[in-house]
């Protein structure tokens, strides 16, 4: 379990990323989402202490900028590490995880207490944390975008490929899966899912 769940992590790691998740994927989502119903549903998969799934919180909170309300917004992150989703529940940081945020987001979507830095509560209220067994748990689906970084590379080569599958059956029509930048779609999923910015390791349905 400890080998598993290496919780070293801080706020939009690996920001290059991040700058096209911000710049062209979450933009590319927001914009199917003109009529009806506006849903966005992303799985932070993998998400240890949730650092991923607020870092895409605050994004999308900073594109949508007061359209924010309108969307009906829910990220998903799960784990098998209780302790890590108990932090992530609970949205307070310290000043490792803190390094890569913007001083406007950390202004905005922070509040300091002590050495602690507590995530918004609106922010926090489209995140829900829960556990899950990637291998053997429940499957999921009616995602916007996927994100799984680094979590796979731990698995074995009939694990990985079942695992990407899923996920790309976890996505609706044109959804994003994000992976590690050390991972590589291997088995059918290969050529199932289309290249988006394959240096990035951003792929889509």
Request: proline letters at 2%; charged letters at 25%.
């Amino acid at each position: 379990m400890e080998t598993l769940t290496v919780n070293v992590t801080n706020f939009f790691r690996n920001t290059e990323v991040y700058d096209i998740v911000e710049k062209e994927v979450l933009p590319a989502i927001i914009k199917t989402k003109n009529t009806g119903l506006r849903s966005i549903r992303i799985w932070s998969a993998g998400c240890s202490i949730g650092v991923e799934a607020y870092s895409i919180a605050m994004l999308l909170h900073h594109i949508l900028g007061d359209d924010f309300k309108k969307f009906n917004i829910k990220i998903t992150g799960t784990d098998i590490d209780r302790e890590s989703l108990l932090k992530a529940q609970k949205g307070v940081y310290s000043n490792t995880e803190m390094k890569d945020v913007r001083p406007a987001f950390l202004k905005k979507y922070f509040t300091k207490e002590g050495n602690n830095y507590i995530i918004s509560d609106e922010l926090r209220n489209i995140a829900q944390f829960k556990k899950q067994d990637l291998i053997s748990g429940p499957k999921m689906n009616g995602f916007d975008a996927v994100f799984c970084r680094n979590v796979t590379i731990y698995f074995q080569k009939e694990l990985q490929e079942k695992l990407y599958m899923d996920f790309y059956n976890a996505l609706g029509k044109d959804g994003f899966f994000v992976m590690g930048k050390t991972e590589t779609l291997i088995g059918p999923s290969k050529d199932l899912y289309k290249a988006y910015n394959s240096k990035e390791r951003i792929y889509q349905k």
